[in-house]
């Protein structure tokens, strides 16, 4: 049996943050740097406002990404929630919804690997808010459904994915 080989190579990958803290200020959306590896930012949507959070791991070569949905889960529904999370996460190409197990708080997650790369394309991050932000707005509507509406997860993922056809 063969194994892989790694070699140990130091090279430096561009921080992702710096491209998306332009991108952010090009679009004047508010956002807040913690540090090198940590930043935050708020994004208007149509159904809530959304934040996002971008963490860049460059030992790993790594960023992670999440946007939160502005609504919490209550306790007696997460089980719900859960269920369509699923359902949804089936019709996902990139990146996959999940909820916040100590806040109750929905999130789009999705992580880019940059090993290897000179840095990511100032397209690539646009594209993966942009990926983002169009599913939570598309599955909005379903979660609510669920949560307040108290349908049940297929139910509520059937009404809320209806194409509307023609012209009123």
């Known amino acids: 049996m063969s194994g892989m080989v790694t070699q140990e190579v130091e090279i430096q990958v561009a921080n992702p943050l710096d491209v998306i803290e332009q991108i952010l200020g090009q679009n004047d959306w508010v956002c807040e740097r913690a540090s ?8 208007p949507g149509k159904w809530c406002d ?3 959070f ?5 030992q ?8 939160a949905f502005d609504m919490k889960v209550p306790k007696e529904r997460r089980g719900a929630l859960h269920e369509l999370l699923s359902m949804a996460n089936e019709r996902l190409w990139i990146g996959h919804f999940g909820l916040e197990s100590e806040d109750g708080v ?12 000179s840095g990511a394309s100032a397209e690539s991050l646009e ?3 942009d990926i983002a932000l169009t599913e939570c707005e598309r599955f909005y509507p379903a979660f609510q459904f669920v949560l307040w509406g108290g349908k049940a997860p297929r139910e509520a993922l059937d009404a809320a994915m209806l194409d509307c056809v023609g012209e009123a």
């Open 54 to 58: 971008f963490s860049w791991t460059p």
């Open 106 to 117: 929905p999130v789009f997650r999705h992580a880019v690997l940059l090993r290897g790369a």
């Open 60 to 67: 790993a070569g790594a960023m992670h990404f999440h946007c």
């Open 127 to 129: 594209d993966l808010m």
């Open 50 to 52: 959304y934040a996002m």
């Open 36 to 43: 090198d590896s940590e930043m935050v930012a708020e994004a």
